[in-house]
């Protein structure tokens, strides 16, 4: 199965998200019941009303979330929603993906305003954030992902609207995007582009749901047979555009996927291996896919090494600047190229060595097939001073029967 979330026009933000999971069938009774255990973890906020109901945007019928609240707070630490979103995940029983996707939602959104402000993540303060409706958006989200089961499925996102024009919040006016959501896209697979629409089309909290569903980013649906169609409305109405998310889910066409990288190459005289692992550490922070180093015989019978790296198209340019300062090279060969990959999940378990919990991430391929990161059996190997071979026969067991 396949998921698209298509925010090219109308962008995303919380609530249409969530409300565009209900429309294509999220059980709406486990959502609300979820959201009215969070006032206890939320003090002087109450929960007047919630629904879901049916409205036309521009003629296309979709679900639209009514809340109505009554708060005393108008603005509150991070941490304190990042706290009632936790301790309510763990109240109402998530699932462990469904609970980690809702923390790290709201640990990206802590993250992006720290950046802004030049703050630790513990002094971040929300205003526009603070409501219970962030925490509802959140893990009404997290509800209605784990009731559909698309944390088994591949999430694909179109280049998300952000719109133009200026913003103004508790901070002042600014151009738009804002800060925060700049912040949230910057690191992410996510494209962005800009519309005629003079306002804010994508809100902080529906850019961090997005970068932490999306399994990747594509201008074009994939290859799939439609099963259903949901629409999410906003609350504002806009001249020309009908203001709605849409997803849409199916069944994959192929169990192949396409996409299209960036191919970077230069060879490389006079360097020591100490240089090329440092270049190949930095370059690969810097969002390669891979790096290639591989020994050469160039001109005079100089000996010399080859550098290939793959990476996003959108990371070339960077890569390239990186390549040139870390190097010292004159000159970068650059091409793009189709590929095709075999579709795979990173997924992170807990498991027990020898009395201790550790979390290892682990990209899976059609369930069975696994590779553990290489940085989580070393870890494991030094904290019980294990030789790394044997730790990861022990991981790959206790992985390996989990996934059964």
Known sequence: MVLVIDSQIAGISGDMMLSSLVHIGANKSKIIDGAYSAQDFLPGSKIKKISFGNVYKHGIHATRLTLKLDEVHHERKGTEIAGCIAKTARKIGLSQRAQEFAENTIQTLIG????VHGISKNSVHFHEASSIDTVIDIIGCAIALDDLKCFDQEIVATPVAVGSGTVTFSHGTVSNPAGAILEI??????LVQGSSITDELTTPTGASILVNLADRCSEFYPQMKISSIGYGAGQKDFD????????VRGDAFDR???DRVGILETNLDDVSGELLAHSIDKIMSAGAKDVTV??????????????SVICDPSHVDRITDLIFSETGTLGVRIRFSDRITVPRKLLTLKIM??????????KIREQKQFKVEYDDIKTVSDRLNLPFKDAEGMIKTQVGRQLK
Do not use: D, Q, Y
């Not at 896209?185 to 996510?190: A, E, G, P």
């Not at 020309?240 to 997803?247: H, P």
């Open 353 to 362: 060595i020898r009395g201790k919990e550790f979390k290892v991430r682990c």
């Open 294 to 307: 591989i020994p050469a015989v160039t001109k005079k019978g100089r000996p010399s090494h080859v550098m």
């Open 112 to 115: 992006a305003e720290a950046k």
């Open 185 to 190: 896209f910057k690191k992410s697979k996510i």
């Open 256 to 258: 192949l996927k396409s």
């Open 240 to 247: 020309g555009i009908s203001n709605v998310l849409k997803i």
